[in-house]
């Protein structure tokens, strides 16, 4: 199993940047993907981006694409979750869940759907004032 502890969540102000980060321990042998999902208050869970551990295949949800830039640490086992231009509908909790069940498919359909991951770490709360 793999455990996974998100941080760097703050709060913000329209156009500023911030990172989060996703630490990954345990069996990251039996790890495939990296998700990154948010719920704000009253909303559903929402994909925000995704990429695959090995090859460092990368996807993205709508509302973030060409903002949210995901991405590996160079000889860690941390996910980074750069995120510019943040906007007050960027205000939500974050999370960052792991795909470790072999022989599932990456799409860019599959990626977004939480059944799609089976370890999901504790969120961090990103707050974006106007």
């Known amino acids: 199993q793999v455990q996974l502890g998100a941080s760097g969540g703050g709060a913000v102000q329209t156009g500023d940047s911030l990172t989060l980060s996703c630490a990954v321990s345990?069996?990251?042998?039996?790890?495939?993907?990296i998700g990154w999902f948010r719920q704000g208050a009253g909303k559903d869970r929402e994909f925000v981006a995704a990429?695959?551990?090995?090859?460092?295949?990368?996807y993205y949800g709508d509302s973030v694409t060409g903002r949210f830039t995901t991405f590996r640490g160079r000889s860690t086992n941390t996910v980074y979750l750069q995120m510019n231009g943040l906007k007050p509908e960027d205000t939500a909790t974050y999370y960052c869940?792991?795909?470790?069940?072999?022989?599932?498919?990456?799409?860019?359909?599959?990626?977004?759907?939480?059944?799609?991951?089976?370890?999901w770490g504790p969120g961090t709360q990103v707050t974006v004032s106007a």
């Open positions: 345990g069996r990251t042998l039996s790890l495939f993907l």
């Open positions: 869940a792991a795909s470790t069940l072999p022989g599932r498919a990456f799409t860019a359909t599959t990626v977004r759907r939480d059944s799609l991951y089976d370890t």
């Open positions: 990429r695959t551990w090995n090859d460092g295949i990368s």
